[in-house]
């Protein structure tokens, strides 16, 4: 076994600097590397570029590095819960690339399965294929999309053990197991950090090899975004 | 009378049928599981990795790490399943969800829709509609026939970027129920109490009337 | 929940035809459609084109089609132990394409996926790659390669519940998730198959939605090829 | 004296270093674990789903739904992992997996390899070692310095359809243990009791002699 645990999270981002790529798991506030993304605001690394479906909202998740103006560009499917994301943007501050999730989900995955390249569907005739290779297949029109580069992937599982294997939880599952190994270090935060041979090896949702450092979270807050009922 | 929200949900309910699994967006779209028919089987997916989503939860019983596409607190019913987003655009892009139902801000007569950018203004983002857009068999719009200002947003040709081409098979608004044909969007149903010529003064592109249209029955 | 058990392994192969395309799941004898395999003999359907990994054994597997000469074509990494197997390929009674085990699931996978074509490394500068499209990404040298088409998928799970949800166990997984949707129908039958609500939702591997069939498998023989021990 | 299988797979576990993620092919390269340091932390992948790879199980512990590569019984080791063969490639391709051991038939001085293919006779098939070497950024051949009739195995040109090109970086083989290079197969080592001259013999493409060859040390 290959012990990929590290002692704190300051261990966890050693290496992360100015101008890198990186990609942050997460669906809404569902499933952020919280602990990560409160260790890259204590670093106040900037010029960052941050592939993530969306960018948090006012004052948590990727909101937080808004604020301290660390975020160089966005890479994401979904940002509009974001004051001070929008007065950025628009004041040109920061650049904002959007691509359609499907597409966002893919490139990850083929980062970590070493495909350059694959034919989607998605925005076709649209500005998200302006520039780019399309192509037709069986009489349907495709864009030629590319796999992501990224210095440092930061995912939050539900569990993991100290072989980096990880479980995830619901939908806080989202992108965060095509993000790992799609960057050069993936660097994995969970709720419960087991010895090897607590899991159940037909119930690991992504093998420790494509995760290099592995740390026990904590103070885990989970912001619900839609807090949505009904009545008994 | 022009219809409400539930009754354009309503009316696109009717559109579900037995043995769809169907991909719900936000707004509208997502009333129309309550008015599903009980007797039937039908299963939603959503694209951030849920497929048997159920209602909300009921009060002291919200699970951050359970939620749909529009970030609410969701539940999951028996047989349901959670994976990850490369997996559920498996599920969109090979055609497994049968019946896509989104919002949108324009649809053109050609079947084009526009949902999600307003230069300058509005740029939120397309999240997972223009995979959805360009991948499923059955679309179906729910909107309103007018936008705030009266315009008409059933058009010729969109003006805002467009989210997918050719693409809207169906749309359902306060007024009417369309189907988007090679020559048009041909009238199928009226809204109760709603004239055609209403309809007519509301819809900017290309508008088929053949025979007399029926009031919607919902 | 939509329901997909059906009552037979006669009602799950229902239309299956002469001349059809089918994908049939397992490593070697590992994990393969036991029950699917025998009513495909029991049919006896001719002219059929099999992508599977393997080719079976003499009397077992795909074996037993083979024999009974169902088979017009194999689509397939490896079939180095089937004596019958080499003796039609030998004769040209059976046509045979090889290619690339990571090809062969990533090109089932696509299919799944709704992805027309992907570029890949593996067999750039083989025989393999003669007669398609190479390309060069970042200095290195890939083929494009296409999603499958096949009519049928047969694949075995060990857990399934009605709704079509299917569990894995060990390296009896292998090749059955990665054809599970596609094809235009996919067949699961199953070594234990449970009610709805009976499956963690978080444990599933192949959601209900990619399966259209699911059957309670019976009488699994689960042959070993290589029996290998060492001593206490 | 020209080393034996297991002589071939001890000296090739010396290049299995701390924190490897290992694929062994069929026949010698399996025996390699057998001979890995014990204080270091590797791990054996197998293409047909697992990652943790142990040893062969006790007589009357086999598992038909536990198989290595090679269809081998084997078992799992605490940590270890079952996947899909898509996610299996996914380590492989990647290049997640460090290290590839696998045998040949032919390799050629430029580091081209040919395994899975004699034309007209032999037709079993690449199996996974097309990804496998035109993915891995580290490939060791382990295999004979020459076949059966004595004709070399390390050419000018492969003979036979190829598996991959460029990939070889190293080769073992009983006599020695040689680097691919862009000017020919560096010769880095001798089996025991094997002369430089023996080698020269046995080799067809270029062989680059520098300085005194050392004996291997097993």
Known sequence: MINKKVASVEAALSGVEDGMTLMLGGFGLSGIPENSISQLVKLNVKGLTCISNNAGVDGFGLGLLLHKRQIKKMVSSYVGENAEFERQMLSGELEVELIPQGTLAERCRAAQSGFPAFYTPAGYGTEVAEGKETREFNGKMYVLEHAFKADFAFVKAWKGDEAGNLIFKGTARNFNPNMCGAAKITVAEVEELLPVGSLDPNQIHIPGIFVHRIFQGSNYEKRIEQRTVRKK | MALDKNGIAKRIAKEVKNGYYVNLGIGIPTLVANFVREDIEVEFQSENGVLG?????FEGEEDPDLINAGKQTITALPGAS???????????????????????MEVAE????????IPGYMVKGMGGAMDLVASAENIIVAMTHTNK???SKLLKKCSLPLTGVGCVKKIVTDLAVLEVTPEGFKLLERAPGVSVETIKQATEGKLIIERDIPEMDI
């Open chain 2, 53 to 57: 989503m159920g209602p909300f939860p």
């Open chain 2, 110 to 117: 050609n079947g084009d829709i526009a949902n999600w950018k």
């Open chain 2, 149 to 151: 200002n009266g315009d």
């Open chain 2, 82 to 104: 959670f994976f990850d987003s490369a997996m559920s655009f498996s599920m969109i892009r090979g055609q497994h969800v049968h019946l896509t139902i989104l919002g949108a």
